[in-house]
């Protein structure tokens, strides 16, 4: 009403001094408030896309209205570890960001951000020219603007959705969130990230003990390659504690809540809610002294394929524990995915409307070009 009243006295006005011209003054002016109003509502819709290790999730926001969570699977993660090229993966992902966008309404005129996280910092990894052009060519066919995001802050987005999952539940300054590809230390401040998830840490063991990575088994295990194992994941978390500084941690993903705790349970060795340092080094020795997989699947009511990682999640576990000097471990199993926090990054939005920019800062600084200035791209 307030626009109407004011387009109504600017138009008497200029009216004034062209009387016939009044009516195609207003129409103008309507036109113009109508763009600034779709200009306006542009600049307040968002899509985001977490680009995951094992799937696509997508969400949108317009203000403070945000729709709900859609999901597509796609691993990425385990085709890029056995050797595939991402130019052969890139259709399957291009197909979903279309898919997905398909269910937004209004989709044209909101700005689409898309989060690459393990499976992209590995890409990058192993050629980081070829990854670059991908997101060049990703963003021309889908309008998605695909920033890879480095592990530190994908961390922060983490410890954000478990705060807003646990509220007061969450009683620890950090959490542990053990992923596919990578692992996050996440707390509000501080945070440290590593590609050390269940699958890339499995990897790196079997290879290191010469195991068959495609059918690796790591149990049983020699008194000599438990030792070298314990040595090889307490040398990865090297810098942890200088980056986080005293903690304390609840782990919310299931590889704890489930896998290793319980098992624990299973050999009588923890309680419901937290993890023992001690018992969990008791049940290292255990499984990975003389036990078969087969033996750790049955006693621990387990498939083989979840059993398989039970052991060098427990060993990842142990030196995280051991690298914080701490000697107990919270749980609280909750799932947190990164597209709340992504919705909210300022920053990554006005890398999304500079991608061209980001794509070729990339290039020389790979993931770190998110924490450089957008601003920096105006006018260049």
């Known amino acids: 009403m307030r626009e109407l009243i004011v387009l109504n006295r600017l138009s008497e006005l200029l009216g004034r001094c062209c009387p016939c011209s009044r009516q195609w003054l207003l129409a103008v002016l309507w036109m113009a408030l109508g763009l600034m109003a779709e200009q306006a509502s542009a600049q307040d819709c968002r899509v985001a896309y977490d680009l995951g290790s094992s799937g696509v999730r997508a969400s949108s926001s317009r203000g403070d209205d945000t729709q709900a969570m859609l999901w597509r699977d796609l691993d990425l993660l385990s085709p890029l570890m056995e050797g595939q090229s991402l130019e052969a993966l890139m259709p399957a992902v291009e197909k979903n960001l279309k898919d997905l966008s398909q269910q937004f309404n209004n ?44 592990s530190a802050i994908e961390g922060r987005y983490g ?15 950090h959490i542990l969130d053990i992923g596919g590809g990578s692992m996050q230390l996440a707390g509000q401040d501080r945070s440290f990230g590593i590609e050390l998830g269940q699958k890339s840490w499995h990897r790196l063991l079997c290879q290191k003990l010469v195991r068959a990575t495609a059918s690796c088994q790591l149990q049983p295990m020699q008194p000599d390659e438990l030792k070298q194992a314990r040595s090889l994941a307490y040398a990865q978390l ?47 020795e255990l499984l990975g002294g003389g036990w078969t997989l087969g033996q750790t699947a049955q006693f621990t009511h387990g498939s083989s394929q979840f059993a398989g990682f039970l052991l060098s999640d427990m060993l990842l576990v142990e ?57 920096q791209c105006d006018g260049s």
């Open 107 to 150: 989709l044209p005129t909101c700005l689409q951000l898309g989060g690459g996280f393990s499976a992209w910092r590995l890409a990058w990894q192993k050629d980081a020219m070829h990854l670059a052009h991908q997101l060049e060519a990703l963003h021309a066919k889908t309008g998605v603007a695909v920033l890879v995001i480095p």
């Open 159 to 173: 410890h954000a959705s478990a705060q807003q999952a646990l509220g007061p539940r969450l009683k620890t300054s």
């Open 238 to 284: 090297q810098t942890l504690s200088g980056e986080i500084g005293a903690a304390q941690v609840t782990a919310i993903s299931r590889p704890v809540t489930r896998g290793i705790h319980r098992a624990l349970q299973a050999l009588g060795l923890t309680t419901p809610d937290r993890i023992f340092l001690g018992h969990l080094s008791q049940a290292i």
């Open 319 to 375: 030196a995280v524990m051991q690298a914080l000097d701490i000697t107990t471990l919270d749980l609280s199993e909750t799932p947190i995915n990164n597209l709340p926090a992504l919705l909210r990054d300022e920053r990554a939005y006005e890398w999304a409307k500079r991608h061209p920019c980001y794509v070729q800062l990339f290039r020389k600084v790979g993931p770190s070009a998110y924490f450089l200035e957008p601003t």
